[in-house]
């Protein structure tokens, strides 16, 4: 039997789905997909570097589908705000996707990220960044302020995703209200003329 990357990114999304991060070992996903655990390491380099793979499946396929069913011609207020409620409810519901909001979780994967796949990889692929051309068009279109670089507006939009994840610290009884709150006071601070 040939196997692929394609077929270890397979069984490694169910596992993690059904198990989560931690409780899914090279060993479980090389036995689900029938290879011995060497050839995993012909693919990928660690259980890291597959995760990461299948969660960036997951968040493409949720901005994807947060841009096909928000109105992006509404005010710029009502799409940040819809989209940002989107995604955590979407963030909550998928297993695989939950696991961003896992601190020890979380801790492993940024360490992985910053020591084998480079950060600015990650941050160019991650969250927000299906706003890049809307931001650009508002822009043109005098919604939002020029004097403010379109990738610092997306590093602005990014700090909602940090936000949600210390709700705990912050009072969980302040969500989501609060989330509305922030992104409408940051939304309109960026249709502020100077």
């Known amino acids: 039997m040939k196997v692929d990357k394609a077929d270890i990114f397979v069984n490694a999304r169910e596992l993690f789905a059904a198990k989560g991060f931690k409780d899914t070992s090279i060993s479980d996903i090389t036995k689900k997909t029938g290879i011995a655990v060497g050839s995993f390491y012909k693919f990928y380099g660690a ?24 109105d992006l011609d509404d005010e710029p207020v009502a799409v940040i705000k819809e989209a940002t409620a989107k995604m955590f409810v979407a963030i909550r519901e998928n297993p695989i996707l939950r696991e961003w909001y896992s601190r020890d979780v979380y801790a492993k994967l940024e360490k992985y990220i910053y020591e084998e796949d480079g ?52 009072g969980s009884q302040y969500f989501p209200q609060l989330m509305e709150y922030m992104v409408a006071f940051i939304v309109k601070g960026l249709q502020e003329k100077n």
Do not use: C, P
Not at 123 to 150: A, C, H, L, P, V
């Open 119 to 170: 950060a600015d990889k990650w941050e160019d692929e991650y969250s927000y960044n299906m706003f890049t051309g809307i931001i650009k068009k508002w822009q043109q279109e005098g919604k939002f302020r020029t004097d403010i670089d379109s990738d610092m507006i997306l590093a602005i939009f990014n700090t909602f995703q940090y936000i949600d994840m210390h709700k705990e610290e912050i």
């Open 47 to 70: 259980k890291e570097e597959v995760f990461l793979d299948v969660f960036m499946a997951e968040s493409e396929q949720l901005k994807k589908d947060i841009m096909a069913e928000v």
